[in-house]
């Protein structure tokens, strides 16, 4: 919202001069002179109208030669032009708080994405561990900036496919108690998700991809009945390390054995859904190893399948070639 600034009594000011007394011969020279410049008086400068206040006669009649300190109202038709100035009012919009800022572009995100985001007293989380919303108004406008970066890296219609599943609602939090993000898909018609904010915005952004996937994987499982087979990923991947915590199998370890790559984290070793969750935000992110390079490695041909698993998804994304969406541009074909 802007304010406006109120006019003041300085907004609109008339100046009436009462004029010095010159020849009919010098006065009609000057109006002549204005007549030929196309000059109106009422938009001279301060400076050449005071000029032209002290030259110009007051009445051009021997009646009101006479007449010096005659009201300017009983002037003759005759007389001279009063010279008026006005003064534009002060239009000029008073700066918005970092407070109204936060919630213009709080609006502006929810418009033009469909998202919901919720901070301080309007973030209401039930799931898993108990969160307090940001309220300092600096990390707010971080923060909010930082997500608009992230979505708009995603095509619009992607978002309204989503919408039509669930709203989407991100609740930005002080902490979660040492994780980055949590999604809440307990209730399919309701899924939301909660971004720590005390990490930084690195990792935020990795954050957001990754419980982005979350949301697309808990749309996929409530609302498509073949949905274990659109998000199988395990022919591609070495099941029996699942709920490790070394580094084999990971495209951590090594890039010379590419077909002995399965995970692109530790963390994607804890279960299936953090497994393609991880995988799908290494691919938005800015890395590319080795076994990201070639069609046939366990880690592209899990990325295949996921995209094909977002494209079922989100029917208006059909429109895009293979390769062409943000998670689909690192993938080998």
């Given amino acids: 919202m802007y304010k406006f600034k109120n006019k003041s009594d300085r907004g609109y000011r008339t100046f009436h001069r009462i004029f ?59 007389s001279s032009p009063v010279v008026e100035i006005t003064t534009p009012a002060d239009t000029e919009p008073a700066p918005l708080t970092l407070s109204e800022q ?27 561990i108990s969160v307090s919303g940001i309220t300092d108004d600096e990390l707010i406008f971080s923060r ?42 307990s209730d399919g018609n309701s ?6 904010c005390d990490n930084s915005d690195l990792y935020f952004a990795l954050a957001f991809h990754h419980e982005l996937f979350h949301f697309i994987e808990y749309c996929v499982i409530y609302n ?25 199998g990971t495209i951590y370890s090594t890039d010379t054995d590419i077909y002995g790559q399965y995970f692109t984290s530790i963390y994607g070793k804890t279960n299936r859904l953090e497994d393609r969750a991880e995988l799908f935000s290494y691919y ?3 890395t590319v190893k080795e076994c990201m390079r070639y069609s046939d490695t366990p ?35």
């Avoid at 399948?305 to 689909?328: D, F, M, N, Q, T």
């Fill in 20 to 78: 010095g007394v010159l020849s009919v011969s010098t006065v009609l020279f000057a109006l002549s002179a204005c007549n030929r410049q196309n000059v109106s008086p009422a938009v001279l400068d301060s400076d050449f109208s005071d000029e032209i206040a002290s030259s110009t006669t007051e009445a051009i009649t021997p009646e009101t030669e006479a007449a010096t300190d005659m009201p300017v109202s009983e002037v003759s038709e005759t």
């Fill in 102 to 128: 936060n919630a213009a572009l709080l609006s502006h995100i929810n418009s033009t994405y469909g998202v919901n985001i919720r901070y301080g007293s309007d973030v209401i989380w039930n799931y898993d």
């Fill in 144 to 185: 909010l900036n930082m997500l608009e970066t992230c979505l708009m890296r995603y095509p619009l219609s992607f978002f309204s496919d989503l919408n039509a599943y669930s709203p989407i609602i991100i609740n930005l939090v002080d902490t979660l108690g040492g994780a980055d993000g949590y999604t809440d898909g």
């Fill in 191 to 196: 899924i939301e998700i909660a971004l720590s």
């Fill in 224 to 248: 498509f009945d073949d949905y274990d087979e659109l998000l199988d990923t395990d022919e591609y991947t070495d099941t029996a390390l699942y709920g490790t915590d070394d580094y084999s």
């Fill in 284 to 286: 938005m992110g800015n």
């Fill in 299 to 333: 880690i592209s041909l899990k990325m295949k399948k996921i995209a094909e698993a977002i494209r079922v998804c989100c029917p208006s994304l059909e429109e895009y070639e293979r390769g062409e969406l943000p998670w689909e541009r690192k993938i080998a074909y």
